[in-house]
């Protein structure tokens, strides 16, 4: 610790590192892990830093000190990986793809737009890109409906490309079901809750849209499945008594009713209820 703190990190990194692995005091642990991280960082040692940053984190999961100095560490060097990326390969896709996400993060929705556009006119066959273009145009303010069209269009171009991509079948669902399509938004639901069983949100809109259909017996399984993935989520509670109640199963209906109700309580402002 004296080295790493007079600037002999050299020296003090394998030091420091294997106190990381001995049976010493938490404190003396954390220290020199976090002093290891500041020689790795300073001295251009990102696998080093990765190490000692995957000891700290499983060692002090919720410390505030290692988690601050953790996602310092994460975004300086997410910053050297990118400058890594520009400088030996400037002309890839991966470059346009970084500079359409920090466009998309500036708001900027045109110009992410354009660069997710020039992948695509010289990588038409490249998975991801028509999913990212398609949830850009979505995010825009007040998409139209040309833009919603576009947007749709884009998904299905990707899961031509990629039928396992449950993210586009998702957002097909959810645009079906904003236009009252209830038979296509089931079919889309269907589809990505199959492709990812651990995708809440598939099954809920899979539930909403049967409930739409007043197919309640049918849209019991699915929002029994969403609210056991997303229990805090209220709509999936309401919408589970509603199909339970309608399809004659009173006292289930009841329970789910009254967990609706104490989250309505303590939300007053959040209903819970999806428009039917």
């Known amino acids: 610790m004296n080295l ?15 106190v990381m692995r001995e049976q010493v005091g938490a404190e003396i642990k954390k220290k ?35 988690l601050y100095q953790a996602t310092h560490a994460y975004s300086d060097l997410a910053i050297r990986a990118s400058q890594d990326l520009l400088r030996s390969s400037p002309s890839s896709y991966q470059v346009h793809e970084l500079n359409a ?26 998975p991801g890109i028509h999913y990212r273009l398609g949830r850009l145009l979505l995010s825009k303010p007040n998409p139209g ?4 069209a576009e947007a749709k269009k884009n998904f299905e171009q990707e899961l031509n490309l990629d039928p396992q991509n449950a993210g586009a079948e998702y957002v097909l669902g959810e645009l079906a079901r904003q236009d009252s399509n209830w038979g296509e938004a089931v079919e889309h639901f269907s589809r990505a809750a199959k492709l990812d069983n651990s995708f809440a949100e598939a099954y809920l809109g899979l539930g909403l849209s049967l409930v739409s259909e007043k197919r309640f017996p ?49 939300a007053p402002q959040n209903t819970g209820a999806s428009p039917q």
């Open 4 to 18: 790493a703190t007079t600037g002999h990190c050299s020296e003090a990194l394998p030091l420091l590192k294997r």
């Open 32 to 66: 020199a892990g976090l002093l290891g991280l500041r020689c790795a960082m300073t001295h251009n040692q990102p696998y080093e830093a990765v190490d000692l940053l995957e000891n700290l984190q499983r060692d002090f999961p919720s410390d505030p000190e290692v």
């Open 101 to 126: 996400e920090a466009l998309e993060s500036q708001g900027k929705w045109d110009e992410a737009a354009a660069e997710y556009r020039a992948i695509l006119e010289n990588n038409p066959k490249l």
């Open 218 to 266: 049918e849209a019991v399984g699915p929002l029994q499945t969403a609210v056991k993935l997303e229990p805090a989520n209220p709509v999936g509670h309401y919408n589970l008594a509603l199909a339970l109640s309608r399809s004659g199963r009173k006292q289930e209906a009841d329970r789910e009713f009254a967990i609706h109700r104490k989250m309505q309580e303590a």
């Open 145 to 148: 409906a040309d833009i919603a």
